[in-house]
């Protein structure tokens, strides 16, 4: 299911997106997003960047994390400037892995490294829900 909440004047524009936790919801979701971000006019740099930001988040809440995960977008100010601001909250993180089924370190680990170099600014917020990491991507 997706909400998306369209309004003018001071209230900005938000899209939000439940994530299944199954197989499969990365590229549904990052689909979703793709549609979204065409109507809304983002450049074709801008939407590849912001959809590589949302799998990364995506796939760490779906890995590492217990479900609900949800995607929201929303426009933030950076600098100045307009930003899309990408988050992804998760009810926190699911109980760590023994060695035998941890992920081989040479084939992951540079998610947050990638949305770090992608985005102006990001972080995390944890709260009594779970946790919330978020990033701002320029969209001007």
Do not use: F, K, Y
């Not at 990364?56 to 929303?74: F, G, I, K, M």
Request: glycine share 8%; with cysteine.
């Amino acid at each position: 299911m997706t909400v998306q909440l369209t309004s003018v004047g001071p209230t900005p524009v938000v899209h939000v997106c439940p994530v299944p936790h199954a197989a499969g919801a990365v590229p549904t979701v990052r689909g979703q997003v793709r549609a979204v971000l065409s109507e809304w006019g983002l450049s074709a740099d801008v939407t590849m960047d912001v959809l590589v930001v949302v799998s990364e988040l995506l796939t760490n809440a779906l890995v590492h994390a217990l479900p609900p995960a949800t995607l929201r977008l929303s426009w933030v100010r950076v600098e100045g400037c307009r930003a899309l601001r990408v988050e992804v909250s998760d009810a926190g993180p699911s109980l760590t892995a023994d060695a035998d089924t941890a992920p081989d370190p040479d084939e992951h680990g540079r998610g947050i490294g990638i949305v770090t170099a992608l985005s102006a600014r990001c972080g995390i917020r944890i709260h009594p829900g779970g946790i919330t990491h978020w990033a701002d991507l320029h969209a001007a």
